[in-house]
């Protein structure tokens, strides 16, 4: 989708920089606060694709050796534009036998938005800790630990998805 057709108002955009110290900063927050021995932690998980920067950070940071992936794609039901759902579906699950009820498992993903991702995975591991670097205020409720909220109508450009490019100077706009 082009950035001008996004149905939305305000951009928040991310450099790589940014992602880098503030999935730092979540991993800060983090340390010490699992259920295992000095509040260790058994395991990351990354909800594919764009946790997996943030897992990857997470995990260096508090040297989890144990690394995992979830894949959860979203997609819209429904008929008209009025009725359609936003669903999610897992496409690839993580080990079994390492996650359980998801005790002491950390959960990583770039982002919460309306929820609904998160509230799938939360569904199959309950008592999992799930974390996010960013929040939206609809999507909170599904989030253990965060480090940044922006409002319902930002739309977060990660760097990810973007590429430098030439603009006008400001007197040369059309
Ligand atoms: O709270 P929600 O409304 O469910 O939205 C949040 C999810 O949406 C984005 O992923 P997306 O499904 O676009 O896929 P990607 O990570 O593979 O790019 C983002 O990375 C979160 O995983
Ligand atoms: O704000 C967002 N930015 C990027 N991807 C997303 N997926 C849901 N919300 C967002
Ligand atoms: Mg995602």
């Not at 000095?38 to 940071?61: F, H």
């Not at 989890?64 to 759902?85: E, K, L």
């Not at 770039?110 to 609809?138: C, I, M, Q, W």
Request: aromatic share 8%; hydrophobic share 40%.
């Amino acid at each position: 989708m082009s950035a001008d057709r996004l149905p939305h108002e305000k951009g928040f955009h991310v450099s790589w920089d940014q992602i880098h110290r503030d999935a730092r900063a979540l991993a800060w927050r983090l340390d010490g606060k699992g259920p295992g021995e000095g509040g260790t932690w058994k395991a990351v998980v990354g909800i594919t694709r764009g946790g997996l920067v943030p897992a990857m950070i997470v995990s260096r940071e508090l040297d989890i050796r144990v690394v995992d992936s979830i894949s959860v794609i979203s997609y819209h039901s429904g008929g008209g534009a009025a009725d359609q759902r936003h669903e999610a579906k897992v496409t690839k699950s993580p080990q079994a036998d390492l996650m359980g009820d998801g005790t002491g498992i950390l959960i990583v993903d770039d982002l919460v938005d309306s929820g609904k991702t998160l509230e799938l995975v939360r569904s199959l591991y309950p008592n999992a800790h799930f974390a996010t670097v960013y929040a939206k205020p609809s999507g909170k409720p599904m989030v253990d630990s965060y480090i940044t909220e922006v409002s319902q109508d930002t739309w977060i450009f990660f760097p990810w998805d973007m590429a430098l490019q030439y603009v006008q100077p400001f007197r040369g706009k059309d």
